[in-house]
């Protein structure tokens, strides 16, 4: 069983940056992309950034490139999401969440354990 923890969230204002942590439980951390995934209100969690198991690939959605960087610490079963720029669209809970094979991925489905989730606010 795999536990993940978020933390890191909490209220910016526009411009500001925010660095996310989840921690996870286990010793298989290293063998498994992970993700990390968003839920605005009334609205379908979305795909943020993924990062493979060693952390030598990433991915973006597109309205994050170039101010958001997914990160991993092996060592300390721990990712990261620093957030830069922010904007008050990307309010949202933000959720991590450990892909259930090797690699990376942007769909919902491929991720089989998720936290609990984040909570990011982005005031203008």
């Known amino acids: 069983q795999v536990q993940l923890v978020e933390s890191g969230g909490g209220l910016v204002q526009a411009g500001g940056s925010l660095r996310l942590s989840c921690a996870a439980s286990?010793?298989?951390?290293?063998?498994?992309?992970m993700g990390w995934f968003r839920q605005a209100p009334g609205k379908e969690r979305e795909f943020v950034a993924a990062i493979n198991q060693s952390g030598g690939v990433t991915s973006y959605t597109s309205s994050v490139k170039g101010r958001f960087t997914i990160s991993r610490d092996n060592a300390k079963n721990t990712v990261y999401l620093q957030m830069n720029s922010l904007k008050p669209e990307d309010t949202a809970v933000y959720y991590c969440a450990k892909h259930s094979g090797l690699g990376i991925a942007s769909s919902l489905t491929s991720y089989g354990y998720w936290g609990q989730g984040t909570q990011v606010t982005v005031s203008s």
């Open positions: 286990g010793r298989t951390f290293s063998n498994y992309g």
